[in-house]
């Protein structure tokens, strides 16, 4: 079992709808990302949060340590939203990362 | 130019060829790591580097061999790859400390073993 599971793997959504990306995590972590790649590989980091929330435009990410879950959320969805979402996890101790496979969103116009 | 950079952007090899990736950051960091990503698996880290030193090697086959000549250059020479090894290749670099920081990441390099 992998220590960072996303739901949904695939997401399609019509233009403007909100969308809610969520990732459960299974070890201690001292921060986690939420990271977009669009087709032809590119990783951008969106946000690096260890608790509470964070706002960014139209991006919203929180994050519940207790409960070992954090979600992404799109507000106002744009066809140039679509691409992937991985969100990572770095462990409490030492320097290992721990990613999860990804969210595909695909937004229609 | 900014930010990390890697090449190639596309890399096909034979199981017999020895080549080597590479990775530049100019953003000042001293840290950088290496990713595998292979279609539908998660992010694999296969070796971190902080100030030119190797601290994490997660058990990678040693016909990967990483090389970091400087808190800015970091190689990856392939020699004898099996065709599961085709995957992209991400180069990321970060500050590194108590405190978590940001990983930026390269481009990629497309790698395909034939």
């Known amino acids: 079992k992998n220590e960072v599971e996303q739901s949904p793997q695939n997401l399609t959504a019509q233009e403007g709808e909100f969308i809610t990306i969520n990732c459960s995590y ?16 590119g990783i951008v980091s969106l946000f690096m949060l260890s608790s509470g929330k964070k706002k960014h435009g139209r991006l919203i990410a929180t994050i519940n340590i207790q409960e ?18 991985i969100c990572a996890v ?20 | 130019e900014t930010g990390v950079t890697q090449t190639p952007r596309h890399l096909v ?3 017999t060829n020895k080549k080597s990736l590479k990775c530049e950051q100019h953003l000042g960091h001293n840290a950088m790591y290496w990713y ?3 279609a539908k698996k998660p992010l694999e880290l296969m070796f971190v580097y902080n100030f030119k030193e190797q601290t994490e090697n997660n058990s990678v086959p040693s016909r990967f061999s990483p090389e970091c000549p ?12 099996q065709p599961e090894d085709s995957a992209l290749y991400l180069c990321a670099s970060s500050w590194t400390g108590t405190a978590p920081y940001e990983q930026y990441f390269g481009p990629g390099t497309r790698l395909t073993v034939t």
């Open chain 1, 68 to 85: 070992k879950h954090s979600s992404l959320h799109i507000t106002a969805s744009h066809p140039r939203d679509s691409a992937v979402y």
């Open chain 1, 26 to 41: 299974s070890v201690g972590i001292s921060a986690l990302h939420w990271l977009q790649q669009h087709p032809g590989g």
């Open chain 2, 70 to 81: 400087n808190s800015s250059h970091l190689f990856l020479h392939l020699h004898t790859l």
């Open chain 1, 90 to 109: 770095r462990a409490l101790t030492g320097n290992q990362f721990y990613f999860g496979t990804g969210t595909s969103l695909t937004v229609i116009p």
């Open chain 2, 36 to 38: 595998k990503q292979s």
């Open chain 2, 13 to 15: 090899m034979g199981m």
